[in-house]
T-cell receptor
Framework: DTGVSQNPRHKITKRGQNVTFRCDPI?????LYWYRQTLGQGPEFLTY????????KSRLLSDRFSAERPKGSFSTLEIQRTEQGDSAMYLC?????????????FGPGTRLTVT | AQRVTQPEKLLSVFKGAPVELKCNYS??????LFWYVQYSRQRLQLLLR??SRESIKGFTADLNKGETSFHLKKPFAQEEDSAMYYC?????????????FGSGTRLSIRP
């Protein structure tokens, strides 16, 4: 296990198109997080899964965003009708049980550019 | 509202000089505070947390509740310390364990 992986690493799309990103967490981690990071800012929380259940969503996550973790393993983040403001680095992280949930292991990120 | 402020976007010091990266937080209660680090071409990773009160790679950070600060310090900077540093907090009462990050400080160590 080489840690959290994300695909694709880079995505360029035209405004109005839909995009989907994938995150594969560390296998024994049941918690999975999505963050968004724009230039000059720290990561901002988007949503969180415990196993397959999506338990919390940020108000940053508009109706155009949807995330799933169907079998409690990998997760996908879809953005519909992309806008230029969606251009950012999308980070996925996973963590073990609640006692160590502060220790989030981050993936390399998917950089989205909307033209 | 929960917020983390890192006032310096860039901090440049000479090798061997002391380092202090500033962090202030806004939270009504007792949050858990962390420092995360991202070295060039590497992933964001946890550096240290205030509860453990440990020194990692020579760095320490003390939580000052009166000043709502959690500054990161190292007495003698090394070139390998050059990286992006993020201060972060987590509510101990949040089941989600979401982490709120500051905007980061880029530490550059000059030889």
């Amino acid at each position: 296990d080489t840690g959290v992986s994300q695909n694709p690493r880079h995505k360029i799309t035209k405004r109005g198109q839909n995009v989907t990103f994938r995150c594969d967490p560390i296998s024994e981690h049941n918690r999975l997080y999505w963050y968004r990071q724009t230039l000059g800012q720290g990561p901002e929380f988007l949503t969180y899964f415990q196993n397959e259940a999506q338990l919390e969503k940020s108000r940053l996550l508009s109706d155009r965003f949807s995330a799933e973790r169907p079998k409690g393993s990998f997760s996908t983040l879809e953005i519909q009708r992309t806008e230029q403001g969606d251009s950012a680095m999308y980070l996925c992280a996973s963590s073990p049980d609640r006692a160590r949930s502060y220790e989030q292991y981050f993936g390399p990120g998917t950089r989205l550019t909307v033209t | 509202a929960q917020r983390v402020t890192q006032p310096e976007k860039l901090l440049s010091v000479f090798k061997g000089a002391p380092v202090e990266l500033k962090c202030n937080y806004s939270y009504s209660g007792s949050p858990e505070l962390f420092w995360y680090v991202q070295y060039s071409r590497q992933r964001l990773q946890l550096l240290l947390r205030h509860i453990s009160r440990e020194s990692i790679k020579g760095f320490t950070a003390d939580l000052n509740k009166g000043e709502t600060s959690f500054h990161l310090k190292k007495p003698f900077a090394q070139e390998e310390d050059s990286a992006m540093y993020y201060c972060a907090l987590k509510s101990p009462y949040s089941s989600a364990s979401k982490i709120i990050f500051g905007s980061g400080t880029r530490l550059s160590i000059r030889p």
